[in-house]
Antibody
């Protein structure tokens, strides 16, 4: 059974860096599985942040590209997100997600439970 | 990139059918058959309902169906049930190799 679990601080100060890690179990890091971060501000919709493949290939939301970095540690079955210079607008539930990526299939099929990160002094 | 456009809310009575639209552009929905739909209950993570326009993952009820015409995708829920009351989001892959979500639709069962 595929499981994803986010970890990291729940409170980050403005202008500092948000760092989150996702531990993955029950899934290969290869074979068409990409790995993504998606966030959801309180009471609002979903916002895709970034996606990474085990090869290191990355894709970013243009609106966050200058501040976001997604990385992967395949031996540890982990991938991570760093978001610099955070503001209150970055307060959200952050989900780590498995993305299926084949010639005939693209979707987010397994989601972590989410972690609420609040940006406040 | 701009979010895909969904109606803010849709409602229906038990047993009825409802349809949620998701409008994008020739750079996303119109470019590929990579539209997916997600259901989110309050306080829970989203759940994949439909992928690649009209395919249902294993375990998803056949009351949920998807379609696409041009730059607009649609999710239909037939035989509406109380448990279908939730938020629904569409998503699409784009020509820029990014991913974009819809604005979200709250479904209310009357």
């Amino acid at each position: 059974q595929v499981q994803l679990q986010e970890s990291g601080p729940g409170l980050v100060k403005p202008s500092e860096t948000l760092s989150l890690t996702c531990n993955v179990s029950g899934s290969s890091f290869y074979s068409g599985n990409y790995w993504a971060w998606i966030r959801q501000p309180p009471g609002r919709g979903l916002d895709w942040i970034a996606t990474i493949y085990h090869s290191g290939t990355t894709y970013y939301n243009p609106s966050l590209k200058s501040r976001a970095t997604i990385s992967i540690d395949t031996p540890k079955s982990q991938f991570s997100l760093r978001l610099t210079s955070v503001t209150a607008a970055d307060t959200a539930v952050y989900y780590c997600v498995r993305e299926r990526y084949f010639d005939d299939e693209r979707n987010f099929d397994y989601w972590g439970q989410g972690i609420l990160v609040t940006v406040s002094s | 990139q701009s979010a895909l456009t969904q109606p803010a809310s849709v409602s229906g009575s038990p047993g009825q059918s409802i349809t949620i639209s998701c409008t994008g552009s020739s750079s996303d929905i119109g470019a590929y058959n990579y539209v997916s739909w997600y259901q989110q209950h309050p306080g829970k993570a989203p759940k994949l309902l439909i992928h690649d326009v009209s395919d249902r993952p294993s375990g998803i009820s056949n009351r949920f169906s998807g379609s696409k015409s041009g730059n607009t995708a649609s999710l239909t829920i037939s035989g509406l049930q109380a448990e279908d009351e939730a938020d629904y989001y569409c998503s699409s892959y784009t020509r820029s190799r990014t991913r974009v979500f819809g604005t979200g639709t709250k479904v209310t069962v009357l």
